[in-house]
C-alpha cells in the first residue's frame, strides 16, 4: 500500500516526541462513490431490535430517561443521524478474511535460535528462521499427537517437536523420526500445515489462505519507508483487549487530551475540543479522510484505514529551509483471538527532533507502554460489554459528529466485511464468536493455557508469568533491545550492590577514621548506583497506575 501524499498527524501523543509542530497544506484524495445498495450482503445477523433487543432497548432507555430524550433532539450531534445507515454503508462485496496478509512481527525482533508462536484469530502459528536465516511459518501443531511446535527446538535449522523428537523443514516435511525402525519410510502425511511469509520493510507478513495462492498486490507497502534518511521508532505490544477496540482506541484523535494528559508534554487536557471530519474515500476493503482541531482548521490530517487491520497517518510538509519532511506513522493491529492483539507500532521521520536522538531507546519504549496502560482498564471493560450484550455498536455506543466519525465508519466498514471474517461487531450487524474464549484459549485447563500462550523462552515468576496486564510479557519479550537493557542494568544493580556491602565490611575493618570516611562514601555512591539501575529496571517493567487508583 502506498502512503497518501496529503499531510496527516498521528493520534497517540508519545509519537508526538518524534515530530516537531508544523503546518501543511491538504489535498483532497480522490472521492470513491459508495454503492448503497450493496449495503446488508453479508452473513451477520442485521439487527432491527426485535424481540429481546427490543426489550434491551425500551431497559436502556428507561435507565437513562430524560438524559436520553434530551440526547436524541440534539439535532446533527450525534452519529448516524436517521437514514444515513444505509448510505453510509458503502459498497459490499466478497470478503475472506483469509486471503490477506496480516503482520506478524518485526523483523529485528524474530529470534534466531528459537520457534516463536503466534496467532491470527483463532490460528495458532510458529515461526522461526532456518539454517539459511530464512523465515518460515508453520501451523503451531505437530501431526503426530498434537504437540505445540512452539515448544520445541531448532536443531541444524530444523524445527523439532520436543514431545518424540519429529523433525520438520522449512516446507513442513518431517525429515526424521527417531522411532522409526531402519529402513522404513517416514509417512507422506507426516507434515506440518505450511504458510506463506513474507518480510517487508522491517514486518513479517502471512498469508492465511490454504487454498487460493498469495496476492503480492495486497501486500503492504509505506511509501515513505522507501525515501533515502527515512528512519523509525518500531515497537511491539500484546494488548489484552480486541484488535477491533484497539483499532477504534487509535482512530480516536479526541480522547488522547484526557487519556494521556502530558504523557510525554505534548497532550494536554485543556486542549480537548471539538473535532472536524470529512470522509473522502469508502471501499470495500477501508476508508480515508480527513479531521482537525475546530480551533486550528488549517491543519488538516489524513486517516487511512486498509483491511484487514493497518491504520495509516501522514505528514508531509516544507521546513524552513525548504526541504521536503515526512512523518508518518503505522499500526498494524493483528487479531491473536478473543480478547487479544497484537500492534506493531511504527514511527518514521526524515528528520527527527534533538529530544529523540538523545534519550534512549528503551525510554521512548516504556512510554509508549505508558500509553497503552493509561487505554487498558476502560478499553478491557469495552470488550467485556460488546461480548455480553451481543447487539450491534449502534444500540450501545453515543457516537458524536464532533469526536466519533471514524469511530462509526470503522463499525460500518465491519457491516460490510464482517461476512467473511470468524466473528465480528458491526454499527448495525454482528456475529458473535461461535466459541467461547475460555475455550479457544486453554481448551485443556489454566496450566495449558498458561504454557500455550507463552511468547518466549524464559523463566518462571512474578516478572516473567505470562500476563497480558504485566508490562515484561506485553512489550519487554517482545523486544530485544528491552531485553538486553534489563539484563545489564540487572547485572550493574547486583554489582553495585555487593560491591556496596564490601565497602561497608571494609569500612567497619579500616584502622583510620580517613578510610571510614572514604569507604563508606563509597558505600554510599555504590548503593545509590545500585537504586538507580533498579530505578531503571522498574521504568522498562512496571505498569504505569494513575496516581488517583494508587492505593
Known sequence: MTTPPPAAATTLPFSLLLLPRAAAAATPSRRVRSNPAAAGRHGGVRWTGGGAGRRRQRQRRRLVGLCWAAVVQEDGVLLPKEGEDEAASGAGGRYDWREEWYPLYLTKEVPDDAALPLTVFDRQLVLYRDAGGELRCHEDRCPHRLAKLSEGQLVDGKLECLY??????????????????????????????????????????????????????????????????????????????????????????AHVPISHDRTDWTAKREDAQPLFFEVTERTPRGFAGYWGRQRTPHLRNLLRFEAPCVLTNTLEFVDKDGREQCFSAHFLCRPAGQGKSMLLVRFGSTARSPLAMVLPPWYLHQNACKVFEQDMGFLSSQNEVLLREKVPTKELY??????????????????????????????????????????????????????????????????????????????????????????????????????????????????????????????????????????????????????????
Open 164 to 253: 518424540h523428537g519429529w523433525q520438520f523443514d522449512g516446507q513442513g516435511k518431517c525429515v526424521k523420526i527417531p522411532q522409526l525402525p531402519d529402513g522404513a519410510k517416514i509417512p507422506k502425511n507426516a507434515c506440518a500445515r505450511s504458510y506463506e511469509v513474507r518480510e517487508s520493510q522491517g514486518v513479517v507478513w502471512v498469508w492465511m489462505s490454504e487454498s487460493s495462492p498469495p496476492e503480492e498486490k495486497k501486500l503492504p507497502w509505506f511509501e515513505p519507508y522507501a525515501r533515502p534518511g527515512f528512519s523509525d521508532l518500531s515497537t511491539v505490544h500484546e494488548l489484552p483487549y480486541d484488535h477491533s477496540i484497539l483499532l477504534e482506541n487509535l482512530m480516536d484523535p
Open 398 to 551: 453515543l457516537n458524536l459528529r464532533s469526536s466519533d466519525t471514524w469511530v462509526a465508519e470503522y463499525r460500518r466498514w465491519m457491516d460490510r466485511a464482517g461476512h467473511g471474517m470468524p466473528y465480528y461487531f458491526g454499527h448495525s450487524t454482528l456475529s458473535p464468536p461461535p466459541v467461547p474464549a475460555v475455550v479457544e484459549q486453554a481448551p485443556a485447563g489454566a496450566v495449558a493455557g498458561i504454557s500455550a500462550s507463552f511468547p518466549a523462552k524464559g523463566g518462571v515468576g512474578t516478572t516473567h508469568a505470562p500476563n497480558p496486564t504485566n508490562r515484561y510479557f506485553r512489550h519487554v519479550v517482545h523486544c530485544k533491545g528491552c531485553r538486553d537493557t534489563v539484563k545489564k542494568y540487572t547485572s550493574l544493580k547486583n554489582a553495585f550492590a555487593v560491591l556496596a556491602a564490601a565497602a561497608v565490611a571494609a569500612a567497619v575493618l579500616a584502622a583510620t577514621r580517613q578510610w571510614k570516611a572514604v569507604l563508606l562514601a563509597s558505600a554510599a555512591a555504590l548503593a545509590a548506583a545500585s537504586y538507580a539501575c533498579n530505578w531503571v529496571l522498574s521504568l522498562i517493567t512496571t505498569n504505569f497506575i494513575r496516581t488517583h487508583r494508587r492505593l
